[in-house]
């Protein structure tokens, strides 16, 4: 499989559930639905907003100014668990606007006030003053790590994503493309997960994450 999966395809759909936000209209965010973590040291403050831009629209997350402000998000329902047997997949098309001055997170992780650092979730994170992205399992701390082949671009919409077989593989996706695999080792079999995302700076701006959906699956 070099293209992502859809497992889901022409199947029925009481056989797998989904995540799914287009952020298509305001509706499409409150911040009642989410556990928001905010580190706020500049002059102003972290915003989220849904803003037009992309096919349907955008949610725009602007931290505050500070070398070390962050605004990270995490859905209040932890509603996924990779289970043996059971196909999985996360995806994400976001742009960040200054990739080298910034950390990046996004996928499936226990809440957590440091997603950067979380203790259990598979996902996909982007360290400060690195411009690769990598794909992360890791179960009680203990992570297994594979990196994408190509750097992220600051302002340019990029997709990533990752799928689980149900066996013994995690897959890693950019742009629907396969570039990296890993064993599922550390795959975090007894948790409960929520979708998450978030930036944090490196220097001292405004930077910008622009998501423009998120969509998480799993075979029931």
Known sequence: MTTFRKFWENRARTDFYEYFNDFTNTGDYAAADWTITTTEAGAGDATEAISTGAAGGVLVVTNDAGAADADYLQN?????????GKAAEFEIRFKIS???????????QITDTTPLAVTDGVFIRKGEDD???????????????VAAPDPLVNDTWVKLGFYYDGTDTMQFFVNDQRVAACAVTNLP?????????????SSAAAHVLSVDYIRAISER
């Open 189 to 201: 079999d007894d948790e409960d997960l929520a979708i998450s995302f978030g930036l944090l700076n």
């Open 76 to 84: 209040k329902i932890e509603c996924f668990r990779f289970t043996s």
């Open 131 to 145: 411009t690769y992205p990598d794909l992360v399992v890791c179960k009680n701390s203990t992570e297994t790590v």
């Open 98 to 108: 200054d990739v080298t001055n910034t950390a990046f997170v996004a996928g499936l």
